[in-house]
């Protein structure tokens, strides 16, 4: 019984993000072409891991895992439309502030 609410309460917080949004896809797609033009990354993996209003956070993960290591790229949306802020691997507290990046999609 106890497993059972494991499981469930599981389900709860991953299957929103198992189930891709149409925001979803804007958002990857405005990461896919903030990434190629401003790295040297041409084909990624994006994985949007949190949204929080108008700011998103999106992991992107080389297609040759030998190439560069794993980045976050932090978004606003911006007149209906997903832009992408910032870039890499580690962030500043005055990197966020700056930016305005919400304090629950910060990483350490």
């Given amino acids: 019984m106890k497993q059972s609410f494991l499981i469930l309460g599981l389900l709860a ?3 929103p993000r ?6 979803d896809a ?3 797609a405005a990461t896919k072409s ?7 990354m041409t084909k990624i993996n ?5 949204v929080e209003g108008d700011f998103a956070r999106v ?4 297609e040759n895992s030998k190439a ?6 932090f978004l606003k949306k911006t007149d209906g439309k997903w832009i992408g802020l910032i870039l890499g691997t580690s962030f500043t507290v005055e990197d966020y502030q ?4 919400p304090n629950s999609l910060r990483v350490n």
């Avoid at 198992?18 to 925001?23: D, R, V």
């Avoid at 992991?59 to 080389?62: Q, S």
């Avoid at 560069?68 to 790229?73: H, S």
Wanted: aromatic share 2%.
């Fill in 68 to 73: 560069t290591d794993p980045a976050l790229v």
């Fill in 59 to 62: 992991k992107v993960t080389p």
């Fill in 34 to 40: 903030y990434v190629a033009a401003n790295s040297g």
């Fill in 18 to 23: 198992l189930i891709a949004s149409p925001e």
């Fill in 46 to 50: 994006a994985t949007v891991e949190q």
């Fill in 98 to 101: 700056q930016l305005g990046i």
């Fill in 13 to 15: 917080v991953a299957l």
């Fill in 26 to 28: 804007a958002i990857i």
